[in-house]
């Protein structure tokens, strides 16, 4: 089972870009991954799928401004031109393996 | 419109037993693989039990395995958790989640949420 690591916590400015980081444990670094958010008080909404070769596609009506890339072990979600909407959890995911969150603020 | 819609939740004593459902729309649910997830309040997300297309692999979290059954039944697009023998620690938002394959094969992930049904085991 693949363990995945996130940063409990990022923050960012509105209208600027921030770019997020999932570690897959050694072992799993070819792993597929996706990307959920999970805004405060609602379900979590999947994002996008991300590959090990940095190609990803996004869910139904994701807005662009998300975008995904890998590197090695590394699993990222950059968002950009951030909006307050985007103020939420962000979970990576594989396989019924869920990173802890991290919890992003936009300023 | 494709969704996931969850219901059967409630407040419940601990020991008791409680079933919830999943009605799945938009999609051709036997196709697909599903699973149950639950958020405890203020926690991430936790796997709680998956069932392949033809219910021929169910798999549980340690947590749950021998409390919890899961099932689903293609002909009502639907999905089920039969929870007995309730605890303080299973009271969370129980999410439905459909993946994005047929069974357990590799490179698969959770790619729609239901909005979540109120689990509460208090006495």
């Known amino acids: 089972q693949p363990v995945l690591t996130q940063s409990s916590s990022a923050s960012a400015s509105l209208g600027s870009s921030v770019k997020l980081t999932c570690t897959l444990s050694s072992g799993h670094s070819t792993y597929i991954i996706a990307w959920h958010q999970q805004q405060p008080g609602k379900a979590p909404r999947y994002l996008m799928k991300?590959?090990?070769?940095?190609?990803?596609n996004r869910g139904s009506g994701v807005p662009d401004r998300f975008s995904g890339s890998s590197s090695g072990a590394d699993r990222y979600l950059t968002i950009s031109n951030l909006q307050s909407e985007d103020e939420a959890d962000y979970y990576c995911?594989?396989?019924?393996?869920f990173g802890g969150g991290t919890k992003l603020t936009v300023l | 419109e494709v969704q996931l819609v969850e219901s059967g939740g409630g407040l419940v004593q601990p020991g008791r037993s409680l079933r919830l459902s999943c009605a799945a729309s938009?999609?051709?649910?036997?196709?697909?693989?599903m699973h149950w997830v639950r958020q405890a309040p203020g926690k991430g997300l936790e796997w709680v039990s998956g069932i392949s297309w033809n219910s021929g692999s169910i798999g549980y979290a340690d947590s749950v395995k021998g409390r919890f059954t899961i099932s689903r039944d293609n002909a009502k697009n639907s999905l089920y958790l039969q929870m007995n023998s309730l605890r303080v620690e299973d009271m969370a938002l129980y999410y439905c989640a459909k993946a994005s394959a047929a069974a357990d094969n590799t490179g698969w992930y959770f790619d729609l949420w239901g909005r979540g049904t109120l689990v509460t085991v208090s006495s």
């Open positions: 938009g999609f051709t649910f036997d196709d697909y693989a």
């Open positions: 991300l590959e090990g070769s940095g190609s990803y």
């Open positions: 995911e594989t396989q019924r393996v």
